[in-house]
């Protein structure tokens, strides 16, 4: 593969109108993962395919996480496709998922095939007819987020996806990000904590939670909680360099010495990565401390 057909995040999210929150969450989610070559992040033309095509589904009111759920599916049906949103045809009438491949159409979670419908041309007006499930409400939050400067009306599209569906995890979670960035950290607090009341195992919500409980001076509680989120995703970088922080606040050198090294190996070039060897130096000559 040529540098021409390498794309960093910035350029991807300028040649598809992306924001760096929505290509981070479709990380999350593992819809499409950006290349690491000597710690450097990229992507190629197939995940531009992939990453335009969860974009107009997403236009067309189907949520990221329905997605990441047809792909799983549809992965297991077809091990011998690679790259789903590269190399099949992903359609939506709004409600379910497609895939078509041959001229047959696929409904990925059930297995079966089914009738072709008429697809619609996908655009950011499409607009659901009838009562609005929480996935449109979701679709909607998100496209006001999309837009940088709307981040009351997400606010509110949110809560209404909650009112409609309480448990939708995903709802907590951007809720209590977007209220996190407007300086309430208690009140955000408590939406991860409704998240993990739902799901005891989301590695973004206890994140975010021991993040904000750290702010909050609540280091013994923020620190298991980024503890849970470092053993739910070893690989959860941000993960890594928050608990060690938290840990030197806590006097515990031995466990922020474990941490630092674990952000180092996963981000060997990224913004961060100096200052982490920074600490690590600081420290490599402390006594170890089980604090």
């Not at 531009?48 to 599916?73: D, F, H, M, S, Y």
């Not at 679709?139 to 400067?149: F, H, K």
């Not at 180092?264 to 490599?284: D, M, N, T, V």
Request: aromatic share 8%.
């Amino acid at each position: 593969m040529g540098s021409t057909d390498r794309f960093s995040p910035d350029e991807v999210q300028r040649m598809l109108g992306l924001t760096g929150k929505q290509l981070d969450y479709w990380e999350r989610l593992r819809l499409v993962s950006p290349r690491r070559e000597k710690g450097i992040r990229f992507y190629d033309f197939r995940d531009l395919i992939g990453l335009r095509t969860i974009k107009q589904l997403a236009e067309n009111g189907v949520p990221a996480n329905r997605l990441q759920r047809a792909l799983v599916a549809l992965r297991e049906k077809l091990s011998q496709v690679q790259a789903p949103l590269a190399e099949l045809r992903i359609l939506s009438d709004g409600k379910d998922v497609i895939v078509e491949r041959g001229g047959a159409r696929l409904e990925p979670l059930s297995g079966q095939f089914v009738l072709n419908f008429e697809t619609r041309e996908l655009d950011e007006k499409v607009r659901v007819m009838g009562g609005r499930t929480a996935d449109d409400w979701l679709a909607t939050a998100l496209q006001y987020e999309s837009g940088g400067q709307q981040k009351t009306e997400a606010m509110e599209a949110y809560e209404r996806a909650l009112l409609v569906d309480p448990q939708r995890v995903d709802a907590l979670i951007n809720c209590g990000t977007l209220v996190y960035e407007s300086g309430n950290l208690e009140k955000a607090s408590e939406y991860f904590r409704r998240a993990l009341a739902i799901d005891a195992e989301n590695s973004q919500a206890h994140f975010n939670l021991g993040s904000v409980l750290d702010e909050l001076g609540k280091l013994q509680e923020s620190r298991q909680h980024l503890r849970n989120a470092v053993q739910l995703d070893p690989d959860y970088s941000d993960a890594h360099y928050n608990l060690a922080f938290v840990c030197e606040k806590l006097s515990a050198f031995a466990e922020a010495r474990e941490h630092w090294q674990a952000y180092i190996k996963l981000e060997p070039f990224g913004p961060w990565c100096s200052y982490a060897r920074q600490r690590l130096a600081l420290h490599s000559g402390k006594s170890a401390s089980s604090a």
